[in-house]
């Protein structure tokens, strides 16, 4: 892998799991091999995974590829703090998070969180299908994201023709329960609409219902219920009792801005009633900056969102991944660039087992 480098693959393999799936900092993972009776200081773990993620990062473009052309995502972002020599501080950054529904998760990092974070996730890869033409049907079709109410967006999409904003029902309800003790009865009503939303989408999703049998149903049960839902919170906003600023005013002001964005996926049965898939891709990197609390700079935020990034993708298709990235990291120096679509996770998968492959939930 690396010049006078003495680590095998199974072992920067070792060094990636413990680091990216186990959440064990450097620091840790040498007082594990010290125990062992090697010596190996936590600055050598971190050169090892580093020439590693320049090698899986031409997977990491195939992964960005298939985000660039798919037509309805959800996406997310979370803040990770990195060193900033001369700065005296801890700065933070963005891993800025697309998730395809039953698909593959894909990780952009970027030192804000303005609308820069969103041109990434939207950038074609420079991958080695940019020589292959595309379908010309792919790009004009509108393309649905989905998210929450952050600022950002709505600012980032405004000028984008071709881009549908979808809202989340699970943000919407959390703003409501954290207003909970300030008309308790009230609250709760509205809570109840919403529990009978996702009951209904609990019914689907254990019936494993298709696109248009989701429509359907929306149509006649959810929007009834949505109606209901909407002449509620209109009628608190006119209330002068509930202060713009206090937690109710909070919620209601958000659901009525939200709304259009939220009743989109009464219409369009491919997409979710909230972004909580995203979410749960944006967990393992939470976990993981509890235990590292930071990464080293600027420049390693890319590195760690390229092995996130598959890392992510085969926890979720249930592959080992020692074994993963032993075998990938010992096959990709003598593969050429046009080759690297076969080790994505979810080809790697179906090579290993001859069968059509699909996400653990």
């Known amino acids: 892998m690396q010049d006078r480098c003495i680590a095998t693959p199974g072992l920067i393999a ?4 413990n680091r990216f799936v186990c959440h064990l900092p450097y620091y840790r993972q040498a007082e594990m091999f010290a125990r062992m009776g090697v010596n190996l200081h936590r600055k050598t773990h971190c050169d090892w995974t580093l020439p590693a993620s320049d090698w899986l990062s031409i997977i990491y473009r195939e992964i960005q590829y298939e985000h660039w ?17 001369g700065s005296g501080k801890a700065q933070t950054g963005y891993l800025w998070t ?17 609308a820069g974070g969103m041109d990434g996730l939207f950038e074609k890869s420079q991958s080695t299908k940019d020589d292959t033409p595309v379908d010309p049907k792919i790009l004009p079709l509108l393309r649905i994201i989905q998210c929450d109410g952050y600022i950002v967006y709505p600012s980032w999409s405004k000028d984008k023709k071709l881009i549908k904003l979808m809202g989340c029902h699970s943000h919407l309800r959390r703003k409501f329960f954290e207003a909970t003790e300030q008309s308790l009865r009230l609250v ?65 002001s958000y659901a009525i801005n939200q709304w259009p964005n939220l009743e989109t996926y009464l219409g369009d049965g491919r997409v979710e009633i909230c972004n909580n898939l995203v979410e749960n891709a944006i967990r393992p990197t939470k976990l993981g900056a509890k235990n590292w609390l930071f990464i080293g700079n600027e420049m390693s935020g890319q590195k760690c969102a390229t092995l996130y990034t598959i890392v992510e993708n085969f926890r979720c298709l249930g ?14 120096p003598g593969m050429l660039a046009s080759e690297a679509a076969s080790l994505t996770p979810a080809n790697w998968l179906k090579a290993r087992s001859g069968k059509p492959v699909r996400k653990v939930a």
């Not at 070792?14 to 799991?17: F, G, K, P, R």
């Not at 959800?74 to 020599?85: A, N, S």
């Not at 809570?191 to 049998?213: C, F």
């Open 188 to 252: 709760a009503w509205i809570l109840r609409q919403l529990v009978h939303l996702y009951l209904i989408e609990t019914r689907l999703r254990e019936n494993k219902a298709g696109p248009a049998s989701r429509e359907a149903v929306r149509t006649a049960e959810s929007r009834m219920i949505y109606r209901r839902l909407k002449k509620a919170i209109d009628k608190l906003a006119l209330r002068r009792s509930i202060l713009p600023k206090s937690r109710l005013g909070k919620a209601t």
């Open 319 to 332: 592959i080992n991944p020692k074994e993963y990235l032993a075998d990938v990291l010992t096959r990709l």
């Open 69 to 85: 052309r798919v037509l309805y995502r959800q996406i997310d972002e979370t803040p990770i703090h990195y060193l900033q020599p």
């Open 14 to 17: 070792e060094v990636i799991d």
């Open 98 to 114: 697309s998730n395809i529904r039953g698909g593959t998760v894909f990780y952009h990092w970027h030192d804000g969180r303005d």
